[in-house]
T-cell receptor, first 112, second 113 residues
Framework: QKEVEQNSGPLSVPEGAIASLNCTYSDRGSQSFFWYRQYSGKSPELIMSIYSNGDKEDGRFTAQLNKASQYVSLLIRDSQPSDSATYLCAARPTGGGNKLTFGTGTQLKVEL | DGGITQSPKYLFRKEGQNVTLSCEQNLNHDAMYWYRQDPGQGLRLIYYSQIVNDFQKGDIAEGYSVSREKKESFPLTVTSAQKNPTAFYLC????????????FGPGTRLTVL
């Protein structure tokens, strides 16, 4: 079973701090990775995709990929209360076409 | 506006009834997917379709059926054989040239009474 693992949280950070969300995956051949944000009762929305080792920055968000260690992380700088949500990590496993495997998500709470 | 629509937003079903959830997209995407989400769990793939008139089972297809007669539409039927159908159902699609990035519709929350 190809898996994506996330700590369910909740992860609590104060407003303005950096939130660090982590994800590990079991399929070493996975090539594509995604972070989605999901507010309570809503559908997931794509935040970032990452395909190469290293960092990818988009505004306050930075995705980090380390294929050797099989982990992906998402950093949120200057965290805001509006960032409070569940963050889903997803990976495209080998041999699965365009199917994605999702983690169970990490709940982030940004406190005033 | 381009996007993915799902209807209805909320659906109530009596035990033993079949219900059909609608998913429509006007993004000209080839691939479409159906997921189920239960509280505290990740998304689990029910069915997916890469092209019209073709679809494959996902990880939890038992008790569900789909059709893909048009590129824009991928309806999901939850049959009476599905033992625990209460869940949040999400439809997604992927376009050509966007590799494997999936975009989601707003979801349908199904409750069995």
């Amino acid at each position: 079973q190809k898996e994506v693992e996330q700590n369910s949280g909740p992860l609590s950070v104060p407003e303005g701090a950096i939130a660090s969300l982590n994800c590990t995956y079991s399929d070493r051949g996975s090539q594509s990775f995604f972070w989605y944000r999901q507010y309570s009762g809503k559908s997931p929305e794509l935040i970032m995709s990452i395909y190469s080792n290293g960092d990818k920055e988009d505004g306050r968000f930075t995705a980090q990929l380390n294929k050797a260690s099989q982990y992906v992380s998402l950093l949120i700088r200057d965290s805001q209360p509006s960032d409070s949500a569940t963050y889903l990590c997803a990976a495209r496993p080998t041999g699965g076409g365009n199917k994605l495997t999702f983690g169970t998500g990490t709940q982030l709470k940004v406190e005033l | 506006d381009g996007g993915i629509t799902q209807s209805p937003k909320y659906l109530f079903r009596k035990e033993g009834q079949n219900v059909t959830l609608s998913c429509e997209q006007n993004l000209n995407h080839d691939a479409m997917y159906w997921y189920r989400q239960d509280p505290g769990q990740g998304l689990r793939l029910i069915y997916y379709s890469q092209i019209v008139n073709d679809f494959q089972k996902g990880d939890i297809a038992e008790g569900y059926s789909v059709s893909r007669e048009k590129k824009e539409s991928f309806p999901l039927t939850v049959t009476s054989a599905q033992k625990n159908p209460t869940a949040f159902y999400l439809c997604a699609s992927t376009g050509q040239g966007e590799a494997d990035t999936q975009y989601f519709g707003p979801g349908t929350r199904l409750t069995v009474l």
